[in-house]
C-alpha cells in the first residue's frame, strides 16, 4: 500500500524557517516524480514545488521561489521541503504528493498534510 | 485569482447530471492534459480523472472528463449524496509551474 506520511510543520514567526519531510513507502520510491502542493485555511490548492525521480529536475511557484527548496533521498525514501523567510501567506496545509508517471499535475497519492502557521 | 477559471459553485439533485467547467489559456490546458480532483472536507484532495478522461482504477464511471481547446470539463452523472464535495481542475502551465482551477463546491439538493 502506497503511503506519504508529512511531518515537520508547526507554529513559526514571519522570517522565520521550517524543513517539512515526507516519508514515502509502499512503492518504488526513486522511480516517481513528486510535488508540495498546499492549501490555505478555506482556500483552495495551489502547487509549491515539483523534483522529478533523481532529483535533477526541479521547479518552483513564483511565490515560494527563492525562499523554497525541494529535495529528495531516495536511499531515505524521503522527500523534503526547507522553507525560509516565511510570510503570513505561506500559512496552509501542504501535502505531499505522488505523480502517475503518466502526466505532470496528475497526483494519484497524496499524504494526508502537515499544517503550518506562520505568525507572530 | 487562479490561473485556471472554475465556477464557484454548482449544484443538483440526486440522478442528475452535473457539469463543471475549467477555463484556461493556451499555455496551460491548450497546450497540456487537464486533471480533475474530489476534496472532501478535511480530507485530502483525491484524482478523479488524469490525461484529460482518463479515470484512475476505482473511480465510478459517473465521473468522466473532456477538454477542448483552451477549456476542460467534468462531468457527474447519476448525482450522488456523497458527491458533495470541492472540485478543483488542474493543469501544467508551458511556464514551468503547475496551475489550479480556484475549486467548485458541488452542493447536492
Known amino acids: 500500500e502506497v503511503q506519504l506520511v508529512e511531518s515537520g510543520g508547526g507554529l513559526v514567526q514571519p522570517g522565520g524557517s521550517l524543513r517539512l519531510s515526507c516519508a514515502a513507502s509502499?512503492?518504488?520510491?526513486?522511480?516517481?516524480?513528486l510535488s508540495w502542493v498546499r492549501q490555505a485555511p478555506g482556500k483552495g490548492l495551489e502547487w509549491v514545488s515539483y523534483?522529478?525521480?533523481?532529483?535533477?529536475?526541479?521547479f518552483y511557484a513564483d511565490s515560494v521561489k527563492g525562499r523554497f527548496t525541494i529535495s529528495r533521498d531516495n536511499a531515505k525514501n524521503s522527500l523534503y521541503l526547507q522553507m525560509n523567510s516565511l510570510r503570513v501567506e505561506d500559512t496552509a496545509v501542504y501535502y505531499c504528493?505522488?505523480?502517475?508517471?503518466?502526466?505532470?499535475?496528475?497526483?494519484?497519492?497524496w499524504g494526508q498534510g502537515t499544517l503550518v502557521t506562520v505568525s507572530s | 485569482q487562479s490561473v485556471l477559471t472554475q465556477p464557484p459553485s454548482a449544484s443538483g439533485t440526486p440522478g442528475q447530471r452535473v457539469t463543471i467547467s475549467c477555463s484556461g489559456s493556451?499555455?496551460?490546458?491548450?497546450?497540456?492534459?487537464v486533471n480533475w480532483y474530489q476534496q472532501l472536507p478535511g480530507t485530502a484532495p483525491k484524482l478523479l480523472i488524469y490525461?484529460?478522461?482518463q479515470r484512475p482504477s476505482g473511480v465510478p464511471d459517473r465521473f468522466s472528463g473532456s477538454k477542448s481547446g483552451t477549456s476542460a470539463s467534468l462531468a457527474i452523472s447519476g448525482l450522488q449524496s456523497e458527491d458533495e464535495a470541492h472540485y478543483y481542475c488542474a493543469a501544467w502551465d508551458d511556464s514551468l509551474t503547475g496551475v489550479f482551477g480556484g475549486g467548485t463546491k458541488l452542493t447536492v439538493l
Open positions: 493556451s499555455s496551460n490546458i491548450g497546450s497540456n492534459t
Open positions: 504528493a505522488r505523480e502517475g508517471g503518466t502526466t505532470m499535475l496528475a497526483f494519484h497519492y
Open positions: 490525461f484529460n478522461n
Open positions: 523534483i522529478s525521480s533523481t532529483g535533477n529536475t526541479i
Open positions: 509502499g512503492f518504488t520510491f526513486s522511480g516517481y516524480e
